[in-house]
């Protein structure tokens, strides 16, 4: 059983577009975060959300995570080429020990 | 060196080798992680380590034998592994177990089991 579900799996995109994928649970979370893996590298961790509601911008990526702390959107706006990569949201549930990752969305963003 | 680095970044090895993927992290945290990632699957979580202990077995086979010597280091020993062991075998480290488990990764080892 999937605990935390990704979606889209794929999306390909326009340079200058918006996008906004998903991560959905029905299991409550402490903190959820996002990263982002290039091929062949480790994901690298983008933000921690930790409150319901919460929401944070980097740039051009805007977080947010649901009131129930059970699902996160990221939301890219004008997409880059340089955006390209496998989006992971991970959860962590309070005194877990670790946390779940979902199984990511690649998102590819042409010139 | 900065952040988590892993050696080496890649590995073939026949099914009766016997090799080693190392870890170290220049962060200063006390957690450690084994997480192996194939292709159209979701990033498995293979072994924790806390303060040297391990505190997370997900099940894995025992061809894969870790060792935490410190909270630096982090090894993951390999014998008569299977091809369908071909991946991408990642490291991470967090400052606890406890909080917001923000793990930082290394670039990770790409294995090919021949």
């Known amino acids: 059983t999937q605990l935390l579900e990704q979606s889209p799996q794929f999306l390909s995109i326009q340079e200058g577009e918006n996008l906004t994928v998903y991560c959905n649970s029905s299991?409550?979370?402490?903190?959820l975060q996002w990263y982002r893996q290039e091929p062949g590298e480790g994901p690298v961790l983008l933000v921690t959300?930790?409150?319901?509601?919460e929401v944070k911008k980097l740039k051009r990526l805007t977080f947010q995570f649901g009131d129930a702390r059970k699902d996160s959107s990221l939301h890219i706006t004008a997409a880059q080429p340089g955006d390209t990569g496998l989006y992971l949201c991970?959860?962590?549930?309070?005194?877990?020990?670790?946390?779940?990752f979902g199984d990511g969305t690649t998102l590819t963003v042409k010139p | 060196e900065t952040g988590v680095t892993q050696t080496p970044r890649h590995l073939v090895m026949g099914m009766t080798n016997k090799k080693s993927l190392k870890c170290e992290q220049h962060?200063?945290?006390?957690?450690m992680y084994w997480y192996k990632q194939s292709a159209k699957k979701p990033l498995e979580l293979m072994f924790v380590y806390n303060f040297k202990e391990q505190t997370e077995n997900n099940s894995v086979p025992s061809r894969f034998s870790p060792e935490c010597p410190n909270s630096s280091h982090l090894f993951l020993h390999l014998h008569t592994l299977q091809p369908e062991d071909s991946a991408l075998y990642l490291c991470?480290?967090?400052?606890?177990?406890?909080?917001?488990?923000?793990?930082?990764f290394g670039p990770g080892t790409r294995l090919t089991v021949t």
């Open positions: 991970a959860g962590a549930r309070a005194n877990a020990g670790k946390s779940t």
């Open positions: 959300v930790v409150t319901g509601g």
């Open positions: 991470a480290s967090s400052q606890t177990l406890a909080g917001a488990y923000e793990q930082y």
């Open positions: 299991s409550v979370f402490s903190s």
């Open positions: 962060l200063g945290h006390n957690a």
